[in-house]
């Protein structure tokens, strides 16, 4: 029996309609992060979207030093609460340490591990210890089964509250590929899967000292993703993703966001029949 995970007001497995975490990638401002949440809201409303709003007050691992970072923990956790509270989305972030994940806890409703940090035993269990959902993207160096070993992790920590994200897997220099096999692999662990459709379509180091990416094959691989059995999508957005101060190269528009998933809602009922 898969476990039903609820972050908020979401509640996301099987049985539950098609769940979407979506939101920048990084906090540029407060009035930037605060006015997407706020059209987001307006969408999750008029659609009827199980929404859970993304953003990340920090991005520790940009291929330059001289990359924008985002606000901060301290300004940037007080920007999602702000968020959280204006319009009242459930909040996930990602956290680095095992003391962000403790101070985060108390601003947001859910902890996301970075997939290059997935590994990372003290984190995972401070993020666990928490007793908030805990959202791990995949490695790109994992094997799905190998996920298994981060299930029992938080586990051990008393916390049953976990989401597992598939976002590709390394194929050669600066390109990713996704093995839909990994989302029914993972679904064995018995927690809900979620698949990342921008960062599926990120090509790493691609730009020299940036991520490059294929923003045109989000919807294809979201879209199979979803015919495949996963619970809910992860995509970033931005009302202007060519002046995405990251990962703007593989972002789906805003304005594109409601077609995408009135398509993905209607494939997850077909396949949820």
């Given at each position: 029996m898969q476990t039903i995970v609820r972050v908020g007001s979401v509640e996301v497995g099987a049985g539950r309609p098609l769940a979407l975490i979506a939101g920048p990638c990084v906090i540029e401002s407060r009035e930037a992060c605060l006015e997407l949440a706020g059209r987001l809201?307006?969408?999750?409303?008029?659609?009827?979207?199980?929404?859970?709003?993304?953003?990340?007050?920090?991005?520790?691992?940009?291929?330059?030093?001289?990359?924008?970072?985002?606000?901060?923990?301290?300004?940037?956790?007080?920007?999602?609460?702000?968020?959280?509270?204006?319009y009242g989305l459930p909040v996930l972030t990602d956290v680095h340490s095992e003391l962000e994940a403790s101070r985060a806890a108390a601003f947001v409703d859910a902890l996301q591990i970075p997939a290059f940090l997935c590994r990372q035993t003290d984190l995972v269990l401070a993020a666990a210890a928490t007793g908030r959902p805990v959202n791990v993207k995949k490695g790109q160096f994992m094997a799905p089964w190998e996920m298994r070993n981060v299930v029992a992790k938080i586990e051990s920590a008393g916390n049953r509250r976990i989401l597992l994200?598939?976002?590709?897997?390394?194929?050669?220099?600066?390109?990713?590929?996704?093995?839909?096999?990994?989302?029914?692999?993972?679904?064995?662990?018995?927690?809900?899967?979620?698949?990342?459709?921008?960062?599926?379509?990120?090509?790493?180091?691609?730009?020299?000292?940036?991520?490059?990416?294929?923003?045109?094959?989000?919807?294809?691989?979201?879209?199979?993703?979803?015919?495949?059995?996963?619970?809910?999508?992860?995509?970033?957005?931005?009302?202007?993703?060519?002046?995405?101060?990251?990962?703007?190269?593989?972002?789906?528009?805003?304005?594109?966001?409601?077609?995408?998933?009135?398509?993905?809602?209607?494939?997850?009922e077909a396949v949820a029949q």
């Open positions: 809201a307006e969408f999750a409303a008029a659609e009827s979207v199980p929404l859970i709003f993304k953003a990340s007050y920090d991005k520790a691992n940009r291929s330059s030093h001289a990359s924008f970072r985002g606000p901060g923990l301290e300004k940037g956790l007080e920007v999602l609460a702000e968020a959280r509270a204006s994200t598939e976002r590709g897997v390394s194929f050669g220099y600066n390109n990713l590929v996704v093995d839909m096999r990994s989302l029914p692999l993972m679904r064995e662990t018995g927690y809900p899967v979620v698949f990342d459709a921008t960062h599926a379509v990120q090509r790493p180091g691609g730009a020299g000292d940036r991520s490059a990416g294929d923003a045109r094959y989000a919807p294809v691989l979201a879209r199979a993703a979803v015919a495949a059995g996963c619970d809910a999508v992860f995509v970033e957005t931005h009302a202007d993703v060519g002046e995405a101060l990251s990962d703007g190269a593989n972002m789906i528009a805003l304005a594109d966001l409601p077609a995408l998933w009135r398509a993905l809602r209607r494939i997850h």
